[in-house]
């Protein structure tokens, strides 16, 4: 499982204030913390409060790059807060996201060639969110479409299914894993994918247990990747040991220990 941190995001009291004043070390602090509990890569987002998220975002990245070479994915709903990032990103970066519209992808979907990025398409469109697995195939197919027709490698998108809190829609939540299955279906090569699991657990009760519990389901349906708190250390047990059931990776009574140290 390919694990994105999520901490680094304006919505968080501490990075908001830390983005506001222009606190470098709180947010190198957090980039740090993330990384040595074997996050892949750094989700990358100013938040809501950001005045201006086209200069945050680049004093962002450049902060987190001070102290780790990992890639950082670039967190916003605005092309133009992407490409400042893009500009000043070092590895290669992951685009967080296009929707399946049009005029999103005919912007996106090249920025993510010209800077040879990686891209997440959500199966969203300004029609609204999907109410079940066929329409997400249905916008998953339509990014997929645009992304091989502008010669964008199928292998570096990831499809997001869009997960809801389970208690607005419960009913949701199989849709969902079957549509993360059904991913892979839609073209040869495959597509990836990839879900902002917290969103499964926003405002309930018993959090951790539920985005654990979801993940592993999640990584049975051949999910490829999660945006996810990896200081959550029962959950980044859970996402190695999926791994492990999977086949991903090659038993030995120490495993834990031995992801811990890659
Ligand atoms: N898909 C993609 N990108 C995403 C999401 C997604 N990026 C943003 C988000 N969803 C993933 N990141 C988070 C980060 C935090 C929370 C949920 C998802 C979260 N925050 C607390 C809350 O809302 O209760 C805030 C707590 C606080 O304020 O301290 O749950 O789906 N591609």
Do not use: H
């Not at 070390?25 to 998220?53: E, F, H, M, T, Y």
């Not at 890639?71 to 590895?91: F, N, Q, W, Y």
């Amino acid at each position: 499982m390919f694990i994105i941190g999520e901490l680094i995001n304006g919505m968080y009291k501490n990075i908001g204030r830390a983005i506001k004043d222009k606190d470098k070390a709180a947010i190198q602090k957090c980039a740090l913390d993330q990384v040595k509990v074997g996050a892949d890569a750094l989700d990358v987002n100013c938040g809501p409060a950001s005045r201006d998220p086209v200069f945050d975002i680049r004093w962002l990245i450049e902060s987190i790059q001070e102290v780790t070479d990992k890639p950082l994915a670039l967190d916003s709903s605005k092309p133009a807060v992407i490409e400042s990032g893009l500009k000043v990103a070092k590895a290669r970066a992951i685009i967080n996201s296009t929707t399946a519209d049009l005029e999103k992808l005919e912007i996106l979907v090249p920025l993510a060639k010209k800077y040879n990025a990686k891209l997440i398409g959500l199966t969203i469109s300004s029609k609204g969110i999907p109410q079940n697995k066929d329409q997400r195939l249905e916008l998953a197919a339509a990014i997929v479409a645009n992304c091989s027709d502008a010669g964008l490698p199928i292998e570096d998108l990831y499809l997001d299914p869009i997960v809801m809190p389970v208690n607005v829609a419960q009913a949701q939540m199989c849709e969902i894993l079957e549509a993360i299955r059904e991913f892979k279906i839609i073209s040869d090569p495959a597509p990836k994918s990839i879900i902002g699991l917290s969103n499964v657990s926003q405002g309930a009760c018993v959090r951790s247990l539920i985005n654990r519990t979801f993940l592993t389901m999640a990584a049975a349906f051949g999910l490829d990747a999660a945006i996810l708190d990896p200081l959550d250390k029962e959950l980044m047990d859970a996402a190695v040991t999926s791994d492990l059931i999977m086949n991903k990776n090659i038993y030995c009574d120490s495993y834990l220990d031995a992801y811990r140290k890659k």
